[in-house]
């Protein structure tokens, strides 16, 4: 078996196998035994701190645009209300959930079952053919690490080399307050996003109550509050690419989706091999005809690779697609006077076959899954009905006689308001004449986003039961409309002479 001693020096790369401490141990791994390794451990397992450069270009400036609308958004989120709701809100706690403004209940199993679906499929749709620019682009975990907290980091450390600097430096006061700021910069941001998290769960009211009431009322939500900030500043300040690397699955079951027509970054082999150094006046022609690419072997997309790979040795599972090394690469292709794209977005079939972006057939039978799910998701929530009923007999409860001779059953009934106004309500039985009667109020209103609870008295003619039980259907109206129809069981005597049915 070859160990790393006995193979050729030009397949070696050095890659620092420190402790933030211990940056200057240095280690010699062969490139091609990438993937028996990760990026992030060295030899003996011990964490690899990153210190990568930070990333500038036009890739760049483009995904900070995105991420700072995806910022203000996720911030903003709790707090934006659309008729009176919120835009959007996981209540678990009370099974309340607002999405676009729309309330949804518990009830609404096939809204959030279809919406499952259609965020999974839309997840394979996205992968199939744009790899994992979600990672890079959207995901909230790698927006608020490499938007916000790395940014901050080299706001108060400096650039890579700083940082790699100050991490080998003994302890001295200076250092020590700058550590301290730091964290405690850290700590503030952790505790604006554990906030917004819960904000997302009880609601932007229920957390101002939280942060400003007697904290003795509400000792769980501090807890949680205080949970979520340990959390957030664990993961941005410690725990870091290894969120991608070792939790997230969505990294793990890529490869199950990518093909060779899926869109990645990726380094063009063909162009870029054989790498080598540029010396002082070389030109491409000579370079050329040296056997040589354009791949000057200056490593600056790897030190600028948040997940610490190296990306010329083909797709790996801990690439984000975060582009850091297209810009990187461009920016040396300019200085060395070749053409930028060494590295870029691009399909396998298109890097080693030179095709252009093909939409292939199983893009096309996931997109279409996609788009009918997405018309059942439309479906369901523009044909639901702004008011959910269930009216039931109390069980245990027998039919009453009333003194005229007519049958009276007793009903239980909940109606929840999904819609943004009040809703007067009126039951009215549809199929056969007889009194419906909803206690408490004569004019019951349901609030909205909020439940009524209440009995029902139904009464009938003996003449209009058709055995031991009839079915009843109601029709439930506010102002006049018809908002929903409802079926039921009546229970009468059993001796009672069937009805023939019409
Ligand atoms: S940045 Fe470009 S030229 Fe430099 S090592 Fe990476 S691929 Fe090669
Ligand atoms: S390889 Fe390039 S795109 Fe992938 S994570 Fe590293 S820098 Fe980002």
Redesign the pocket.
């Known amino acids: 078996m070859n160990t790393p001693q006995e193979k050729p020096t030009a397949n070696r790369r050095i890659v620092d196998s420190s402790e933030p401490a211990q940056s200057s141990n240095r280690q010699e791994v062969d490139w091609r035994d990438f993937r028996d390794h990760i990026a992030t451990a060295d030899q003996d397992g011990r964490r690899r701190w990153l210190y990568p450069k930070a990333p500038s270009g036009a890739w760049h400036r483009r995904r900070a645009g995105f991420a700072a609308f995806l910022l203000i958004l996720m911030f903003a989120g709790p707090w934006i209300r659309i008729q009176g709701n919120p835009l959007l809100l996981f209540n678990v706690v009370e099974r309340r959930f607002s999405i676009l403004g729309q309330i949804f209940w518990p009830q609404d199993s096939a809204v959030f079952a279809v919406a499952m679906l259609v965020f999974i499929s839309g997840i394979v749709v996205f992968t199939v053919a744009f790899g994992r620019l979600w990672c ?1 682009w959207a995901c909230p975990q790698t927006v608020m690490m490499e938007m916000v907290f790395r940014k901050v980091e080299y706001l108060i450390d400096g650039d890579s080399a700083a940082q790699r600097a100050l991490a080998a430096a003994p302890w001295t006061v200076s250092k020590t307050a700058r550590r301290l700021f730091k964290h405690a910069v850290f700590f503030g941001l952790s505790f604006l996003v554990g906030n917004t998290l819960l904000a997302y769960i009880i609601g932007s009211e229920q957390l101002l109550a939280v942060q400003f009431d007697d904290p003795r009322r509400h000792w769980v939500g501090l807890t949680f509050m205080t949970l979520f900030s340990l959390l957030f500043y664990g993961i941005f300040a410690r725990f870091r690419e290894q969120a991608c690397t070792f939790i997230c699955p969505y990294g793990r079951f890529q490869s199950a989706l990518l093909d060779e027509n899926s869109l990645v ?1 990726a380094y063009d082999r063909r162009r870029g091999e054989k790498r080598a150094p540029l010396h002082r006046g070389q030109g491409a022609q000579s370079r050329l005809a040296a056997g040589l690419g354009d791949c000057v072997e200056c490593r600056q ?1 790897v030190t ?4 610490g ?1 190296d ?1 010329r040795d083909g797709t ?1 599972m ?9 810009d990187a690469c461009d920016s040396i292709m300019h200085k060395v006077g070749r053409p930028t794209g060494l ?1 870029r977005f691009a399909s396998q079939n298109n890097l080693e076959r030179g095709e252009p972006q093909r939409f292939t057939r199983r893009m096309a039978m996931y997109s279409v899954v996609l788009a009918a799910l997405i018309g059942v998701f439309l479906w369901l929530v523009l044909s639901r009905s702004p008011v959910e009923t269930t009216f039931l007999r109390v069980s245990g409860t027998l039919h009453q006689t009333l003194p005229d001779g007519r049958i009276r059953n007793l009903f239980s009934v909940k109606m929840i308001n999904k819609s943004h106004d009040p809703l007067p309500i009126e039951v009215r039985l549809e199929n056969l004449p007889g009194t419906v009667r909803l206690m408490g109020s004569t004019h019951p209103v349901v609030p909205v986003g909020e439940y009524l609870q209440t009995s029902a008295l139904v009464d009938l003619d003996p003449t209009q039961l058709t055995g031991s039980t009839t079915e009843l259907k109601l029709g439930v109206y506010s102002q006049g409309q018809l908002l929903e129809r409802v079926v039921t069981q009546f229970s009468g005597p059993r001796s009672q002479s069937p009805k023939p049915t019409p």
């Open positions: 890079g970054v997309c600028v690779c948040p997940t790979i990306i790996q801990e690439c984000v697609n975060c582009t850091a090394c297209i590295i």
